[in-house]
């Protein structure tokens, strides 16, 4: 099994910078993809930033410019550098991984338990 634990949430004004972490461990095998995904109240989940074992990422267009992914793949861990930050960020945030356990036969999707970020006006 894998786990996620993510760390960094918080309350900042607006134009203010946070900085999410989220640290994998367990039995890891291999991790794939790495990202971070947003939930709002009454909103669906969506895609924040991914990061991919290569080193390619992608980003929501909405934080292009003000978010960066980032990754140290030897602690297994992947950060989210939250720069002017806007109210309409306020979101629960999770951290994701594509990753196969040791015990294991395939790669399986990983969530954190989600990490509140509020964006205050």
């Known amino acids: 099994q894998v786990q996620l634990v993510e760390s960094g949430g918080g309350l900042v004004q607006a134009g203010g910078s946070l900085r999410l972490s989220c640290a994998a461990s367990?039995?890891?095998?291999?991790?794939?993809?790495m990202a971070w995904y947003r939930q709002a109240p009454g909103k669906q989940r969506e895609l924040v930033a991914r990061?991919?074992?290569?080193?390619?990422?992608n980003y929501l267009d909405s934080v292009k410019g003000r978010f960066t992914i980032s990754r140290d793949n030897a602690k297994n861990t992947v950060y989210l550098q939250m720069n002017s930050l806007k109210p309409e960020d306020t979101a629960v945030y999770y951290c994701?991984?594509?990753?196969?356990?040791?015990?294991?036969?395939?790669?399986?999707?990983?969530w954190g338990q989600g990490t509140q970020v509020t964006v205050s006006s």
């Open positions: 990061l991919t074992s290569g080193g390619s990422t």
């Open positions: 367990g039995s890891i095998f291999r991790i794939n993809d």
């Open positions: 994701y991984t594509h990753a196969i356990a040791n015990a294991d036969s395939r790669f399986r999707d990983y």
